[in-house]
């Protein structure tokens, strides 16, 4: 079963502030899983975001 993260616990695992997850998600470097009315988001997706932003020196 894929680990599923709320905004906040995902934005933690990144090490950013909430404002620049939004940023990202924005941007279309992290992709959100909607149950219900509520955004996830799978580890798997953002650790891929981790390491394209290190490459383009993002974080």
Not at 25 to 50: H, M, P, S, W
């Amino acid at each position: 079963m894929e680990d599923l993260l709320s905004r906040t616990m995902a934005a933690e695992r990144l090490k950013v502030s909430l404002r620049t997850f939004d940023r990202m998600k924005k941007e279309g470097l992290i992709k959100a899983v909607r149950v219900g009315n509520t955004d996830f988001y799978r580890l798997q997706d953002l650790e891929e975001a981790y390491r394209m932003s290190i490459n383009k020196g993002r974080i």
